[in-house]
T-cell receptor, first 114, second 114 residues
Framework: SAVISQKPSRDICQRGTSLTIQCQVD?????MFWYRQQPGQSLTLIATANQGSEATYESGFVIDKFPISRPNLTFSTLTVSNMSPEDSSIYLCSVLRDRDYGYTFGSGTRLTVV | GDSVTQMEGPVTLSEEAFLTINCTYTATGYPSLFWYVQYPGEGLQLLLKATKADDKGSNKGFEATYRKETTSFHLEKGSVQVSDSAVYFC?????????????FGTGTQLKVEL
């Protein structure tokens, strides 16, 4: 399976600021995804990061709040903009190389907004 | 739309006890089914998967069988250890051209005591 490096692993941020999370994969993958896991909750898909085009956002998530870049087949970033305490969550990058290998997840970014 | 329902936790067991975590799903097509595990303070790891009806996924003593007739994918282990304490997520993906995403259940926390 693919190996994912996600940075930073954790951060504490002031409200109103923005944080960019990076996801680097050790091989080219077609599908990359960003998830949010709020405290004590399950994972919710934020968006699918598309290489060379705009990300596809799920209901309840918008580009202005969670801009995503995907400049190539091994790298993506998620920015959490104008943060509030409600954005405190774990954010996870995930990739799908092919159906046989399934989905692989990064170790996550634990964000606390104060 | 697709959905996954898991038994609520926390589930508390004594070491060497038998474990069952129930999972049922709703999907429009023929999904692949997954169990992921999240150990305290860590990211998500794939525990096992099954891609078609009657397939049995297994790993680390855990097993789950894809039951199309009952739309279920229950997780079992014959003898749990303290090190199995974690949160377990059931998930599905339909691998359709329109959206290859994982839909997660709410997660079940397992606590194993000596």
């Amino acid at each position: 399976s693919a190996v994912i490096s996600q940075k930073p692993s954790r951060d504490i941020c002031q409200r109103g600021t923005s944080l960019t999370i990076q996801c680097q994969v050790d091989s080219q993958v077609t599908m990359m995804f960003w998830y949010r896991q709020q405290p004590g909750q399950s994972l919710t898909l934020i968006a699918t990061a598309n290489q060379g085009s705009e990300a596809t956002y799920e209901s309840g998530f918008v580009i202005d709040k969670f801009p995503i870049s995907r400049p190539n087949l091994t790298f993506s970033t998620l920015t959490v903009s104008n943060m509030s305490p409600e954005d405190s969550s774990i954010y996870l990058c995930s990739v799908l190389r092919d159906r046989d290998y399934g989905y692989t997840f990064g170790s996550g970014t634990r964000l606390t907004v104060v | 739309g697709d959905s996954v329902t898991q038994m609520e936790g926390p589930v508390t067991l004594s070491e060497e006890a038998f474990l069952t975590i129930n999972c049922t799903y709703t999907a429009t097509g023929y999904p692949s089914l997954f169990w992921y595990v999240q150990y305290p303070g860590e990211g998500l790891q794939l525990l096992l998967k099954a891609t078609k009806a009657d397939d049995k996924g297994s790993n680390k003593g855990f097993e789950a069988t894809y039951r199309k007739e009952t739309t279920s994918f229950h997780l079992e282990k014959g003898s749990v250890q303290v090190s199995d304490s974690a949160v377990y997520f059931c998930a599905l993906s339909e691998f359709t051209g329109g959206g290859n995403k994982l839909t997660f259940g709410t997660g079940t926390q397992l606590k194993v005591e000596l």
